[in-house]
């Protein structure tokens, strides 16, 4: 079937206002006067470079021993309470990643919250939590539960008949992991890292606090000092582009595909731990749950204790409040009118260029929020300057990172339906509106809706971009939990955090997790 | 299969309910209409200018709009904004800033009856924009853990090595800027560049700003922390048991003395309500806030400074020129700042 014009005008309009700020930062970067080496010396270019590294890459490989760990023990092992673990384990996930460094940072300071606790064992002082070995912590124990959702999904859905059959042979446990167990996983164990790796290049909230200097974290002080300093342009470009790279490996690799489609699981014979084993399993997840769960919540209530001893004051979060629900809902309803027709045209329509158009979107996700936001800064001010710190500017920025949530969620859902069907309604001859209206829209319809449910709950978390484009006098919960970190106002801060989780945790973890529940067991 | 379905009728209840729940909010949510709300960016952070911008409005009707960003990002905002700026007002840490922004010829001149209400009859400025606060460098340490001998005498004292690991700084707050430009300016770039490597090899911490380094002062992660001289005091107000006191180099750019300040943009559409905003910030009752809440020295005769501030005349006070020249200066430093390394 041939695409109707106006659609396919209409999605290539979408994508090209889409990439549009990748394209200009790179050609304001190509437009620098100053040479290239010199820049190099005098930005610290590869100490910046080895740090924004050896944070990526120290997150992905804790983040992999986490998640591929426990989810291997629970998928192979017979386990008392492991549905209950198993979502213990997932839901950090639900916090932002500034959250989790606010609850560290505070928590760990020198003299902090755990030096009071410690003193009862004669601790009088602590070196306190940050800089690298900081980021690296927070974003570690806010990382693995995605390692662990996509490595649980494949390994529930491998059958263990060759682990069997290599064991009978005589294997022993080390080769079996490493020849039998491991190359299976290769695919997963791929696409989680780069998913990990992405994220911690792009997280702007968790180094800030953290006071750890990666790409991201330098990029917005160049921007506070030197607005349109060939800094802010050469390392927004440079950090784009890998991410884009990145992303757009991730995005369309096999495994995405197959997760967003697992089918049921195979029925796995679960083999029993001896006491000891037992326990230590107990208690390697009774540690990772405490640290990645339990610990933050802890302080957060800590904190908001303190508060409301000292009188909260509740004024301050209410625009905090307002603010981010508002964007919010206006950004997760336009995410599902706009995903409609992209959707559609991705599943009623297959051709080579809609599956570049789809291709690109999709890698969108991934990009660095400070980036994007950036260069819709300059591009507003400098083309479209009506649009400058206003909300249409703002949602239309959250769109451009988020929509791929929308759409992506709306293609998951058609994976499963053949093409017959569309064959059998112009068989029909049904009208291509009424295949849209019949057919194609309520095959989409519920994945869309959910996906723009994920695009609601990301926008009320997103931080760098609301800092950046925001109107002014305008405030989320995100910009509030911010500024009053860096501030060292840690109450208020906590205050507006718990406010948060609590419009979000619950269905963020819904919505994460609806792969695993559509399967019958866990 | 009926589990399926089931499943997508929750969904389908779910999805309803958050349309519905849209449509209430848009329908409730009150026209944002910024039009005539007073736009003041402030460089001065929430916590000082908040309580201002209330009584302002309860007393004179006018809402107020407030960007708070750092002092340079401001001044680099406004420039690069240039005629599209949204900002009526633009409310800085330090006349570095303002003088950038009155460079470009963006500010509007102020009348001379709002200059002489100001103190400093020194700071004419053009008229470009007017002082409304005075500040003054500083360094913060905890009185408890330093004796009286520790104390540098000079800022270019800290590079001795007993100080390694002890001083808390805050590199991209436009105050330290600022105090480096003055380097330049006095000292020579040579010298301060030489200053910054070493404390930079010799080892800091870094802090986001001013307020986090009292913190850490209070809670003995660093000893010495430069800064401004009321983040101390106002900590101090907070914290009654804390030991926490201010240093007052004798004399160079550790104990600079900056006003604050406050300027009117040419492309306000608000010109009228921005200077009864300026008339407002130095009427008595907002300098007493200023002088006895904020701990900053007062801009009119009439109000006493706070009790609590020292002698102002022997710290290095600038002429209006001399800041012009700094303010020309500020992205040298900056340059040598993340030359240094931080």
């Known amino acids: 079937m041939k695409i109707p014009k106006f659609l396919s005008s209409l999605n290539v309009f979408i994508v090209v206002a889409f990439i549009s700020p990748i394209f200009y930062l790179f050609f304001e970067t190509l437009n620098i006067n100053n040479n290239l080496l010199q820049f190099i010396e005098i930005w610290d270019f590869y100490e910046l470079f080895f740090k924004t590294f050896s944070l990526v890459v120290g997150v992905v490989i804790i983040s992999l021993i986490l998640g591929l760990s426990s989810s291997l023990i629970i998928s192979r092992f017979k386990i008392k309470g492991s549905k209950i673990i198993l979502a213990l384990l997932i839901l950090p996930l639900v916090f932002p990643s500034y959250i989790g460094a606010l609850t560290y940072a505070s928590a760990f300071s020198p003299k902090g919250l755990a030096v009071n606790f410690l003193t009862n064992f004669g601790i009088r002082e602590i070196s306190g939590i940050s800089g690298y070995i900081g980021s690296l912590i927070v974003l570690s124990l806010f990382t693995y539960p995605y390692v662990l959702l996509i490595c649980f999904n494949t390994i529930s859905n491998l059958d263990n008949n060759i682990e069997e059959a290599a064991k009978s042979l005589g294997s022993s446990k080390v080769k079996l992991f490493t020849r039998v167990i491991l190359p299976r996983l290769k695919q997963p164990i791929t696409y989680s890292a780069l998913l990990v790796g992405l994220y911690v290049l792009s997280d702007f909230g968790a180094v800030s606090i953290m006071k750890y200097s990666t790409l991201t974290k330098v990029i917005y002080t160049y921007y506070e000092i030197d607005i349109t300093g060939d800094a802010v342009y050469l390392y927004s470009t440079l950090l784009l582009l890998t991410s884009f790279l990145l992303s757009f490996i991730q995005r369309n690799s096999d495994v995405s595909n197959q997760i967003q489609n697992s089918s049921r699981s195979k029925n796995i014979k679960k083999k029993e731990l001896n006491k000891f084993k037992l326990f230590i399993t107990y208690t390697y997840f009774v540690l990772v749950v405490f640290f990645s769960l339990i610990l933050p919540i802890l302080v957060l209530f800590y904190w908001l204790k303190n508060g409301l001893n000292s009188g909260l004051n509740i004024e301050l979060v ?131 809706l959910s996906g723009s449910a994920l695009v609601f709950l990301s926008t009320i978390k997103e931080l760098p971009q609301t800092l950046l484009l925001r109107p002014t006098g305008f405030k989320t919960l995100a910009i509030d939990i911010w500024s009053f970190s860096i501030e060292g106002q840690f109450t208020d801060a906590a205050f507006s955090s718990i406010i948060l989780l609590a419009i979000s945790a619950i269905p963020t973890y819904i919505l994460s997790t609806r792969n695993l529940r559509s399967k019958n067991d866990i | 299969m009926f589990r399926l379905k089931n499943r997508n009728f929750k969904l389908f209840i779910f999805n309803n309910f958050f349309i519905l729940t849209f449509t209430l909010i848009a329908c409730t ?314």
């Open chain 2, 29 to 342: 949510f009150p026209n944002n209409d910024q039009g005539n709300n007073l736009v003041i960016y402030s460089g001065r952070s929430e916590s000082i200018v908040d309580e201002i911008i209330k009584d302002f409005t309860e007393e004179t009707g006018i809402q107020v709009d407030v960007r708070y960003a750092n002092s340079t990002e401001l001044a680099n905002t406004i420039i690069l904004e240039g005629n599209n700026s949204p900002a009526d007002l633009f409310f800085s840490q330090d006349p570095i800033n303002l003088e950038k922004v009155a460079e470009q010829n963006l500010f509007t001149q102020l009348p001379n009856e709002i200059m002489q209400r100001s103190l400093n009859s020194n700071y004419q400025f053009n008229n470009y924009w007017i002082p409304t606060s005075i500040r003054v460098r500083t360094l913060g340490y905890n009185s408890t853990s330093t004796q009286q001998e520790e104390l540098p005498i000079d800022l270019y004292e800290l590079i001795n090595p007993k100080y390694k690991n002890k001083i808390g700084l805050a590199p991209t707050n436009s105050s330290f800027i600022t105090m480096v430009s003055c380097m330049i300016y006095f000292d020579g770039e040579e010298k301060t560049n030489t200053w910054l490597k070493n404390i930079h090899d010799q080892g800091y911490i870094e802090y986001p700003n001013n307020s986090t380094q009292i913190n850490a002062i209070d809670n003995d992660e660093i000893k010495f922390g430069l800064v401004n001289h009321y983040y101390t005091l106002r900590y101090k107000s907070e914290n009654q048991t804390s030991n926490v006191k201010n240093y007052y180099f004798k004399s160079g750019c550790g104990s600079l003395v900056m006003p604050s300040g406050i300027g009117v943009l040419k492309t306000s559409k608000n010109q009228e309500n921005a200077t009864i905003f300026i008339e407002f910030l130095l009427n008595s009752n907002t300098q007493e806030l200023i002088t006895n809440n904020l701990f900053e020295f007062p801009v009119i005769d009439i109000v006493n400074q706070n009790n609590q501030l020292p002698e102002i005349n022997s710290f290095l006070n600038l002429e209006p020129n001399q800041w012009l020249e700094l303010s020309k200066l500020q992205t040298k430093a900056v340059e040598l700042i993340s030359k240094a390394g931080y």
């Open chain 1, 318 to 448: 209410y625009k905090g409040i307002f603010g981010s629900i508002f964007v919010s809902l206006t950004t997760g309803m336009l995410a599902f009118f706009i995903a409609i027709p992209i959707t559609v045209a991705f599943t009623q329509y297959k051709s080579n260029f809609n599956k570049i158009l789809e291709k690109i979107i999709l890698t969108l996700y991934g990009l660095p929020h400070i980036t994007i936001g950036i260069s819709l800064l300059f591009i507003s001010l400098k083309f479209v300057p009506r649009l400058y710190q206003s909300f249409t500017l703002l949602i239309f920025s959250y769109l451009i990172v988020f929509l791929p949530q929308a759409i992506g969620a709306g293609r998951a859902s058609t994976y499963q339906i053949s093409n017959s069907f569309l064959e059998a309604s112009s068989v029909l001859g049904f009208s291509r509106l009424k295949t849209f209206y019949k057919v194609t829209f309520p095959m989409i319809r519920n994945g869309i």
